[in-house]
């Protein structure tokens, strides 16, 4: 293992939940809830490209309402929400001990470069990551293999040779076509997913340490979440 690559959205922060909460407290103030089912479709796909636009829906389902209001009202809260949450658990303890290990980190996002870059910084760990590619390096966001087969490029290592922590489905499909051993660490929304493509499920990285996955710990049959 020479590379440790992380998504961003809900695997290094979790600013997939406050997205979601920020929605969901739009809908309610017009009497209207979220079909998760959804919502669940567009996680891990760049803004645009999902089949499902939620704006669009609420706007069918109530006519005449402001839609930049709602937008703009709606990206406020989710903005705000998202910039107060802290790295997720066991996060800060990987890049410790790969840094300790000799092991270069880098990031895979099919979000913006704005946006990954600004909360990278916000938080004081963007001069960690030897690599951020986003969505703006590659024709093919996830779950095409592009951004990981790029981010490897950069490092210099085979995609053999590094791991992908993911927590979506698009993203486990990227990271598995570029050939990445994965790990998934679903959130609240994500664990609805089907992540049994990767190599191994947990609650949390606080659950498996680093040193862990490199003696050998993976997958166990089934994909089942470890406790």
Not at 101 to 114: F, K, N
Not at 132 to 157: F, I, N, Q, S
Request: charged share 25%; net charge negative; proline share 6%.
């Amino acid at each position: 293992m020479r590379a440790l690559l992380f998504d961003f959205d809900g695997t290094l922060v979790d600013t997939e939940s406050p997205e979601y909460d920020a929605w969901e407290a739009v809908y309610a103030e017009h009497g209207e809830t979220i079909p998760l089912a959804s919502w669940l479709g567009t996680i891990g796909l760049p803004s645009g490209l999902a089949a499902w636009n939620p704006l669009d829906h609420l706007a069918a389902r109530v006519p005449g309402i402001d839609r930049e209001a709602m937008a703009a009202r709606q990206r406020a809260d989710f903005h705000a929400r998202a910039g107060a949450q802290p790295l997720l658990p066991g996060v800060a303890e990987w890049m410790d001990a790969a840094d300790a290990a000799g092991i270069a980190l880098g990031v895979a996002s099919s979000a913006t470069r704005d946006w990954v870059e600004g909360h990278l910084r916000s938080r004081g760990i963007r001069e960690r990551f030897r690599t951020v590619r986003t969505r703006e390096d590659v024709a093919r966001a996830k779950p095409h293999p592009d951004l990981y087969l790029l981010a490897c490029a950069d490092l210099g290592v085979a995609p053999g040779d590094a791991v992908a922590i993911e927590d979506s489905a698009h993203g486990v499909a990227a990271a598995r076509a570029a050939g990445l051993a994965c790990l998934a660490v679903p959130n609240r929304l994500t664990r609805h997913h089907d992540l049994s493509a990767a190599d191994r499920l947990l609650e949390s990285l606080a659950h498996l340490p680093l040193s862990a996955w490199r003696a050998g710990d993976r997958a166990r049959p089934g994909g089942g979440v470890s406790p």
